[in-house]
């Protein structure tokens, strides 16, 4: 049987044979190529994968669990403050010609961008904090007249 709106079998009364799915000329016609059944491998080998995907989300959420409590009874010891500063560069918009109505724009520099920041680990636990706060301390050094 030939689906009439299929214009690869419309009117041949047969349904045509194709060697591979990958052949150029395949088409989903679904009354000249219905859906395959899943194989009963194929069934079993999805319901082993569901299995061990549960299996391995219960023993991610035990892991986290159990790496959350070690950390929150560690008696930190930070080790040297890292500075890592977020950069956006700087970069050029191209100049635009002017068209209709529309005046041309100039050529536009963008300023980098440096956003401070600091990470410190701890060399127990592994915990890395990060943070973008700073307090600025002067430091007072006493003037002896100019003799240090």
């Known amino acids: 049987m030939s689906d009439p709106n299929c214009p690869q ?3 041949v ?3 045509r044979v194709i060697l591979s799915r990958s052949h150029e000329d395949w088409h989903p016609c679904p ?3 219905p859906e395959e059944e899943p194989t009963m491998s194929q069934l079993k080998r999805t ?3 569901e299995q061990e995907i549960e ?3 219960r023993q991610l959420g035990a892991s986290r669990a159990e790496l959350t409590k070690i950390r929150a009874e560690c008696d930190h010891r930070w080790g040297d403050v890292v500075y890592d500063p977020e950069i956006i560069g700087g970069y050029v918009i191209p100049p635009t010609p002017g068209s209709g109505s529309h005046p041309p724009s ?5 300023p980098r961008q440096e956003t401070p920041k600091w990470f410190r680990t701890c060399t127990r636990c ?3 904090q990060a ?3 700073a307090q600025i301390i002067e430091d007072r050094v006493p003037d002896f007249g100019g003799v240090r």
């Not at 100039?106 to 963008?110: A, D, F, S």
């Open 31 to 33: 009354l000249c190529y």
């Open 126 to 128: 592994g915990l890395v």
């Open 106 to 110: 100039p050529e536009v520099q963008v």
């Open 55 to 57: 299996r391995l989300e």
């Open 13 to 15: 009364g047969e349904v």
């Open 131 to 133: 943070t973008t706060e």
């Open 47 to 49: 319901q082993h994968l």
């Open 9 to 11: 079998c419309h009117g």
